[in-house]
């Protein structure tokens, strides 16, 4: 079984600072996602990630993957207010029926202070 | 880039009530869409997969006679929480896949938030 494990589970940083969020997962996959959640909203996809050693930027932040450390990671540069939200990363389940359904870890809730 | 919409947002029911939450892709085809459950200050768990003109198939756990999904076209799928009750109080949200640019990704949609008295 599928098990995608995130820490930390909280964090307050101050504005200014970098930091690293750590994604694990249990087994081989095909993509590992990373999305953005506001309190009471869904869902917002930041990145897909594809390929071993695949890094893709945006803005402040930036997502790496290493599929055989079974790895990935969200580097926050110089964080700012508007970041504070909740972080999750996801990986594809394959299943012999074909489906992909995502299993998601469980979160990252990011608070960013002055 | 493609879209997710849900129906409706947010809805308050009595306890033993059935809810019905619509989940359409809007600018393309979505064979498979996918139902999950969020639940406060938790991470998203999959309940069900809906395919287009066959049977879900339901996660360990989720009752599947409680939850009836029916995926009737391909830019549709339901989601009838039937005889509801608090503990089925939660944010439920669907997804679909498609293309972005050369590149499949999973779109969700902007979530039902059920509340039941």
């Known amino acids: 079984e599928l098990k995608v494990e995130q820490n930390p589970l909280f964090l307050s940083m101050q504005e200014g600072k970098n930091y690293t969020i750590y994604c694990n997962y249990s087994?081989?996959?095909?993509?590992l996602y990373w999305y953005r959640q506001d309190p009471g909203k869904s869902l917002e996809s930041l990145f897909v990630?594809?390929?071993?050693?695949a890094v893709k930027q945006e803005g402040r932040l930036m997502a790496s993957l290493d599929t055989k450390a079974r790895l990935s990671t969200l580097h926050i540069t110089a964080a700012v207010h508007d970041l504070s939200a909740t972080y999750f990363c996801?990986?594809?389940?394959?299943?012999?029926?074909?489906?992909?359904?995502?299993?998601f870890g469980k979160g990252t809730r990011l608070s960013v202070i002055a | 880039g493609a879209v997710v919409s849900q129906h409706p947002s947010w809805v308050i029911c009595k306890s033993g009530t059935s809810v019905k939450i619509e989940c359409r892709s809007l600018?393309?085809?979505?064979?498979?869409m996918f139902w999950y459950r969020q639940f406060p200050k938790q991470s998203l768990m999959l309940m069900a997969t809906s395919n287009e003109g066959s049977k879900a198939t339901y996660e360990q756990g989720v009752e599947k006679d409680k939850f009836l999904i029916n995926h009737a076209s391909l830019t549709l799928s339901t989601l009838t929480v039937t005889s509801a009750h608090p503990e089925d109080s939660s944010f439920y949200i669907c997804s679909a896949r498609a293309l972005a640019g050369r590149q499949e990704t999973q779109y969700f949609g902007p979530g039902t938030r059920l509340l039941v008295l």
């Open positions: 990630l594809l390929s071993n050693g």
């Open positions: 600018d393309f085809q979505a064979t498979t």
């Open positions: 996801a990986v594809d389940a394959r299943r012999n029926s074909g489906n992909t359904p995502l299993v």
């Open positions: 087994t081989t996959s095909d993509r």
